[in-house]
């Protein structure tokens, strides 16, 4: 990947409304392999529905969770598959994560 764009034609490889609901973002296309970003890498059931529904041969590569929605709710402005998107380019939405969460975060207890 071209660091920082997903290109045009990787953004087309799940539809719109699967991304959404499996919460996975396909960034890069490395061989046989789709690269995608996942909220929840760990979730077997996605990743193998990522897998079918990109039509790769490889399992998908599995990417730490980043700004999703952000990167989707501009793809939803601009158009799937229009132009690449470079990624230091996507507005970035203001975080829902409350104080007493980041506090309990920091002090590792229970939200």
Request: aromatic residues 2%.
């Amino acid at each position: 990947m071209k660091e920082g764009v997903i290109r045009k034609e990787v953004q087309t490889l799940l539809a719109p409304d699967r991304m959404r609901e499996m919460k996975a973002i396909p960034i890069e296309m490395k061989d046989d392999a789709v690269v995608v970003a996942f909220a929840d890498p760990m979730n077997y059931i996605v990743v193998e529905n990522v897998k079918v529904r990109s039509e790769t041969r490889s399992p998908p590569s599995a990417c730490i969770p980043g700004p999703g929605e952000d990167i989707l709710d501009h793809l939803d402005r601009v158009g799937y598959g229009e132009d690449q998107v470079v990624l230091e380019n996507v507005r970035r939405s203001i975080s829902t994560v409350t104080i007493n969460e980041i506090n309990g975060i920091l002090h590792h207890e229970a939200p």
